[in-house]
């Protein structure tokens, strides 16, 4: 919001009967939406139902159409179809990740779980199966877009927190192994700054989906599940011997113990 503070009155036989202050006025921008979808009228209808909700849309046919926008960095989050001409959503959905790290609701008429699992785990923020309503698309940009601007868990007085070759700099949300940077999602890095904060505590998987993903991903744990193995894949040398996250059977998991 800009504040100008400068004020308008309008007077009538010497009474004011109304006045308007321009630091009241919400000169914010709206949130960016970049859509790519192939089939023209969902593009359409949903480009058109979303700028009614107050989102600004940009719609692209193609992935190559939309990589000089993408580029741009402007995007807020990214709606991306799974079947796309010339490139997989997948592969276009891990390069977006990891090359900007903007937020990706993957679309799809693939409705199988795998599928879903297969999505979340390159790094999608969320999964809708086709055919799906406005108002459900419309709630989960929203709830995706507060979840990548909450506030990361405090993690004490000091930005950084240094644990044996894993380093997290919390003023400027980047992770770094060996001091090489670790692209993480939104839902990743908060994931390991909240298990990070407190090494050895025993997070359950409820307690991490509310501190990572929000109250309304509740029942969400395999989702969860799909977000620690691709958050391990990035900062675990040994698959098979975990250093970082460790799971406690029949509660959740754990960062490291005692002696991190």
Same mark, same amino acid.
């Given at each position: 919001?800009?504040?100008?503070?400068?004020?308008?009155?309008?007077?009538?036989?010497?009474?004011?009967?109304?006045?308007?202050?321009?630091?009241?006025?919400?000169?914010?921008?709206?949130?960016?939406?970049?859509?790519?979808?192939?089939?023209?009228?969902?593009? %359409?209808?949903?480009?058109?139902?979303? %700028?009614? %909700?107050?989102?600004?849309?940009?719609?692209?046919?193609?992935?190559?159409?939309?990589?000089?926008?993408?580029?741009?960095?402007?995007?807020?989050?990214?709606?991306?179809?799974?079947?796309?001409?010339?490139?997989?959503?997948?592969?276009?959905?891990?390069?977006?990740?990891?090359?900007?790290?903007?937020?990706?609701?993957?679309?799809?008429?693939?409705?199988?779980?795998?599928?879903?699992?297969?999505?979340?785990?390159?790094?999608?923020?969320?999964?809708?199966?086709?055919?799906?309503?406005?108002?459900?698309?419309?709630?989960?940009?929203?709830?995706?877009?507060?979840?990548?601007?909450?506030?990361?868990?405090?993690?004490?007085?000091?930005?950084?927190?240094?644990?044996?070759?894993?380093?997290?700099?919390?003023?400027?949300?980047?992770?770094?192994?060996?001091?090489?940077?670790?692209?993480?999602?939104?839902?990743?890095?908060?994931?390991?700054?909240?298990?990070?904060?407190?090494?050895?505590?025993?997070?359950?998987?409820?307690?991490?989906?509310?501190?990572?993903?929000?109250?309304?991903?509740?029942?969400?744990?395999?989702?969860?599940?799909?977000?620690?193995?691709?958050?391990?894949?990035?900062?675990?040398?040994?698959?098979?011997?975990?250093?970082?996250?460790?799971?406690?059977?029949?509660?959740?998991?754990?960062?490291?113990?005692?002696?991190?």
């Amino acid at each position: 919001m800009i504040e100008c503070g400068i004020n308008f009155y309008i007077w009538l036989d010497g009474y004011k009967v109304f006045s308007l202050s321009l630091s009241e006025v919400d000169y914010s921008l709206p949130d960016s939406i970049i859509w790519v979808e192939d089939e023209f009228k969902i593009l %359409e209808e949903g480009k058109a139902m979303l %700028e009614k %909700e107050g989102f600004a849309v940009r719609g692209f046919q193609s992935f190559e159409e939309a990589k000089d926008s993408l580029a741009e960095g402007s995007a807020d989050i990214v709606i991306l179809d799974w079947m796309l001409p010339g490139i997989s959503g997948l592969d276009a959905c891990k390069w977006i990740v990891n090359t900007f790290g903007t937020p990706v609701i993957m679309v799809t008429a693939r409705s199988d779980e795998f599928d879903k699992v297969l999505a979340l785990e390159i790094g999608a923020d969320d999964y809708m199966p086709k055919p799906f309503g406005m108002r459900e698309l419309t709630a989960r940009i929203r709830t995706v877009l507060r979840r990548s601007r909450k506030a990361p868990v405090e993690a004490g007085p000091s930005p950084v927190l240094s644990l044996r070759e894993l380093t997290i700099d919390t003023e400027k949300h980047e992770v770094r192994l060996r001091g090489e940077l670790v692209p993480l999602t939104a839902t990743e890095y908060k994931l390991l700054l909240a298990m990070a904060s407190c090494p050895g505590r025993v997070f359950t998987r409820s307690q991490l989906v509310e501190s990572s993903m929000g109250e309304a991903y509740f029942g969400y744990e395999r989702t969860l599940d799909s977000h620690i193995r691709n958050l391990r894949k990035k900062i675990e040398a040994d698959p098979n011997n975990h250093e970082y996250i460790l799971t406690v059977y029949a509660v959740g998991y754990k960062f490291g113990g005692s002696g991190l």
